[in-house]
């Protein structure tokens, strides 16, 4: 098992390996893209070399950032109990849609405001319905000789380099708004996605694989030291080999994308309300402690910060249709 990851110390940013409460820096010149762009062999057999010649830095004295900066982010929607839950919340309607069960389904989020463990979260403008998500998300990484395109679920299982955790963080009165257009979600997902605290290499979870393909691991969210909810990683409807193969299909995955498996049963808010038929347990507030913990990965944790105050909502204007423009006019 590798873990690698990306840190601020000694008021510089540096990438490397995480070992027994150590960070060891790779090269200069050289990135977590780098190790994504070389493949895993490649990178297990260069982390025995930086280990055995590096200095290190004790990570008690860094800040985790994010481990990687993702060149895309596809989050996908692969737990039955979560939909459900989340469309009797956003919806008010019990069940879940035919069309889930007939291929996976995932939308594109912001690569460009991913966050890491220890930062704080603050509120986007408008939102007063603040959630969480927790999730499992499986990195690409190269495969000499694959193009990353049109993939089997075998071939796109040699692509997975390694698995990171996941908060979708949610504005949840703006997507439900937002989702009612038929598009989305967009603003209510926009602001902030928490990767961390860092990558570990697919290796460690090879003999622990279903016959299926799945990962029975424990994932479990808290706030303010409370457990919220837990859930394991093989209830997904789909294992990870073929969401990335879904993804890859008349399309490509390259190293340094991110696939999310989605939020786990009873891993967030909005599921809860809607088994309840009401906002228990609260939306988040400032000051509120969010930790997640997947088995075999590690823990997230993030603060609530205040709520930007802006008016952000543009209505739209009523246009009269015209399919000619007006004659110009001159003045005298």
Same mark, same amino acid.
């Not at 930007?308 to 009269?320: G, K, S």
């Given at each position: 098992?590798?873990?690698?990851?990306?840190?601020?110390?000694?008021?510089? =940013?540096?990438?490397?390996?995480?070992?027994?409460?150590?960070?060891?820096?790779?090269?200069?010149?050289?990135?977590?893209?780098?190790?994504?762009?070389?493949?895993?062999?490649?990178?297990?057999?260069?982390?025995?070399?930086?280990?055995?010649?590096?200095?290190?830095?004790?990570?008690?004295?860094?800040?985790?950032?994010?481990?990687?900066?993702?060149?895309?982010?596809?989050?996908?929607?692969?737990?039955?109990?979560?939909?459900?839950?989340?469309?009797?919340?956003?919806?008010?309607?019990?069940?879940?849609?035919?069309?889930?069960?007939?291929?996976?389904?995932?939308?594109? =989020?912001?690569?460009?405001?991913?966050?890491?463990?220890?930062?704080?979260?603050?509120?986007?403008?408008?939102?007063?319905?603040?959630?969480?998500?927790?999730?499992?998300?499986?990195?690409?990484?190269?495969?000499?000789?694959?193009?990353?395109?049109?993939?089997?679920?075998?071939?796109?299982?040699?692509?997975?380099?390694?698995?990171?955790?996941?908060?979708?963080?949610?504005?949840?009165?703006?997507?439900?708004?937002?989702?009612?257009?038929?598009?989305?979600?967009?603003?209510?997902?926009?602001?902030?996605?928490?990767?961390?605290?860092?990558?570990?290499?697919?290796?460690?979870?090879?003999?622990?694989?279903?016959?299926?393909?799945?990962?029975?691991?424990?994932?479990?969210?808290?706030?303010?030291?409370?457990?919220?909810?837990?859930?394991?990683?093989?209830?997904?409807?789909?294992?990870?080999?073929?969401?990335?193969?879904?993804?890859?299909?008349?399309?490509?995955?390259?190293?340094?994308?991110?696939? $999310?498996?989605?939020?786990?049963?009873?891993?967030?808010?909005?599921?809860?309300?809607?088994?309840?038929?009401?906002?228990?347990?609260?939306?988040?507030?400032?000051?509120?402690?969010?930790?997640?913990?997947?088995?075999?990965?590690?823990?997230?944790?993030?603060?609530? $910060?205040?709520?930007?105050?802006?008016?952000?909502?543009?209505?739209?204007?009523?246009?009269?249709?015209?399919?000619?423009?007006?004659?110009?006019?001159?003045?005298?």
């Amino acid at each position: 098992m590798v873990k690698i990851a990306r840190w601020n110390h000694d008021g510089g =940013t540096q990438s490397g390996f995480v070992d027994d409460g150590h960070c060891y820096p790779l090269p200069e010149g050289q990135s977590v893209q780098s190790l994504l762009d070389a493949g895993l062999d490649e990178t297990l057999r260069f982390a025995g070399d930086v280990i055995g010649s590096t200095s290190p830095v004790p990570l008690a004295e860094v800040q985790l950032l994010a481990p990687l900066v993702p060149a895309t982010i596809r989050d996908f929607v692969a737990f039955e109990e979560h939909v459900e839950g989340v469309r009797k919340s956003i919806d008010g309607v019990a069940g879940v849609v035919p069309e889930w069960y007939e291929a996976p389904t995932f939308y594109f =989020t912001n690569p460009h405001t991913v966050t890491g463990t220890g930062e704080v979260i603050c509120i986007p403008a408008g939102c007063e319905d603040l959630d969480f998500e927790t999730e499992v998300a499986a990195v690409v990484g190269r495969v000499p000789g694959s193009d990353g395109r049109n993939l089997t679920a075998e071939a796109a299982h040699r692509h997975i380099f390694g698995y990171t955790v996941l908060n979708d963080w949610s504005a949840r009165d703006l997507q439900r708004r937002e989702m009612k257009v038929s598009l989305g979600p967009c603003k209510g997902k926009d602001f902030s996605n928490t990767l961390g605290p860092w990558i570990v290499t697919a290796d460690e979870f090879e003999d622990r694989h279903d016959a299926e393909g799945f990962l029975p691991i424990s994932m479990s969210v808290e706030v303010n030291g409370e457990a919220i909810g837990q859930d394991l990683l093989s209830n997904m409807g789909w294992p990870f080999a073929e969401l990335v193969a879904y993804a890859s299909q008349d399309s490509v995955v390259r190293p340094g994308d991110v696939l $999310g498996s989605g939020t786990c049963g009873s891993g967030c808010l909005a599921e809860l309300w809607g088994r309840n038929g009401s906002k228990t347990p609260p939306p988040l507030k400032t000051g509120d402690v969010v930790r997640m913990t997947v088995e075999g990965i590690g823990s997230i944790e993030n603060t609530v $910060g205040a709520r930007r105050e802006a008016l952000t909502r543009i209505p739209a204007r009523v246009r009269p249709r015209n399919r000619v423009a007006p004659l110009a006019t001159s003045g005298t």
